[in-house]
Every structure is written in C-alpha cells, then in structure tokens.
C-alpha cells in the first residue's frame, strides 16, 4: 500500500461517518470512473415523430417526441385533460382510455404506438348533453369524492363490462365455462387496477352494477 492508497482509505471512513452512504458509493467506485466524469448514456434526444391520433371520433396529426406517452399526448398537444396522471407507472388506473374498445393505462404505453387507432377518452363517452350511462349511474350513486380517479374509474369500467359481454371469464371463480354475472366481488376484481384513494369503492360498485343494466 503506497502513501496515495493510504490517504484515500483515511479519507474514505471519515467521509463515511460524516456523510453518509452517497459518499460511501462515491468513494467505492474505481477512480478512472470517476475520472472520466459524468456519463451522458441518454445521448441526443431521438428525432420528432409523425403520428394520426383518432380521438373521440376526430383524427389529429401530431409530430411530437416519440417518448410522449399516450397520456401525455393528448393532455399537452389537444388540450384533453380528462385523463388523469396519478402515478405515471401503470399503478393507479387514473390514465386508462379505451382503446378499440379495450382498456388501457395510457401512462404505459407510446402515442406513436397507436397510429389510426380509435381511442376513447372521457371526454368523447357522452353524446352531446346525454351522458354516457355509466357516467350517469356514477352521478346518481356518488361514486366519486375528490374525482381524481373518476375519469379512470368510468373509462375502465366501460371497457370491463365490454369484457363480460364478450365472455370474458369470471375472475373469481374456477368454472371457467360459465358467463360471469357481474357480482361485487367480480367487479371489484375486474376494476382492482383501479385505486380510489377517497375509497369510494361501495358506489362504484352500485354504479357500475346499475350501469350494467341499463341499455347502452
Ligand atoms: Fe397511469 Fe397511474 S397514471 S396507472
Ligand atoms: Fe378521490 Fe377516487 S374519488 S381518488
């Protein structure tokens, strides 16, 4: 051990006891890394893309950063706000559109990614003054306090009763050769990958069940 190593081991358990882990990872690391500086591996952002976003029924051509993702498209370039940004990691359901129909966490996924497709947000659910039943049925059993999640709520639900109809099975029970009837249980399973912090689950529930029954 020459007089450099000693000096920089010296300087290393004092630097720990003062300040800490950071420091401790700083002093571990081999010191041609950290000659070198900095790394830059994100590099130049990637060229604009093109992309027609049918949005409730009206297409948009957009050229945007083909990192934006379908939440943030619409929200920042069309001024479509509805679709709420809780956790932006696929956690909280408060991003989900529907998509052909499905539903979807936008957070998770690229704009560019859905070239032409049809996308429903809340805002194109209800048709001129008539609401959407769903939306009506969450309106008349509250099934809302602060409202962050609702957009979600409502997107989601309208995508999981399409699921049922089109005989998707029941999530909880084994007999998979039976339609699902649309119990509490089965809703709130189906509707688990959406988080009301409020936790008005009990009229969502009464609304999405009331929803299920009224001809759409
Ligand atoms: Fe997309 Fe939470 S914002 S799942
Ligand atoms: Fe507030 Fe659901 S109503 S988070």
């Known amino acids: 051990m020459d007089d450099n190593d000693s000096i920089h081991i010296e300087i ?7 300040t800490g882990t950071t420091a401790l990872l700083l002093t571990a690391l081999p010191q041609a890394a950290l000659a070198a500086g900095p790394s830059d ?3 130049p952002p990637p060229p604009p893309a093109t992309v027609e976003l049918r949005i409730n029924g009206s297409s948009h051509t957009l050229t945007l950063d083909p990192r934006t993702t379908l939440l943030d498209a619409p929200r920042e370039h069309l001024a479509l706000t509805g679709s709420k940004k809780g956790c932006d990691h696929g956690q909280c359901g408060a991003c989900t559109v529907l998509i052909d129909g499905r539903r979807i966490n936008s957070c998770l996924t690229l704009a560019v990614m859905h070239d032409g497709q049809a996308i429903t947000t809340i805002e ?6 008539r609401l959407h039943p769903m939306q009506a049925a969450f309106v008349e059993h509250d099934g809302f ?6 957009s979600g709520q409502i ?5 999981m009763l399409a699921e049922s109809r089109n005989g998707m099975p029941s ?3 084994d007999d998979l ?6 119990s509490d249980a089965e809703i709130r399973e189906r509707m688990s990958g959406n988080i ?10 009464a609304a999405i069940k009331q929803a299920a029954e009224t001809p759409t």
């Open 12 to 18: 290393t358990r004092r630097t720990v006891i003062e």
């Open 41 to 43: 591996d994100a590099g």
């Open 124 to 129: 194109g659910l209800a048709e001129g003054d």
């Open 145 to 150: 306090q602060c409202g962050y999640c609702t």
């Open 155 to 159: 997107c989601s639900a309208v995508g």
């Open 171 to 173: 999530y909880v029970t």
């Open 177 to 182: 050769t039976q339609q699902p009837q649309l």
């Open 196 to 205: 009301c912090r409020c936790a008005a689950y009990p009229n969502i529930v």
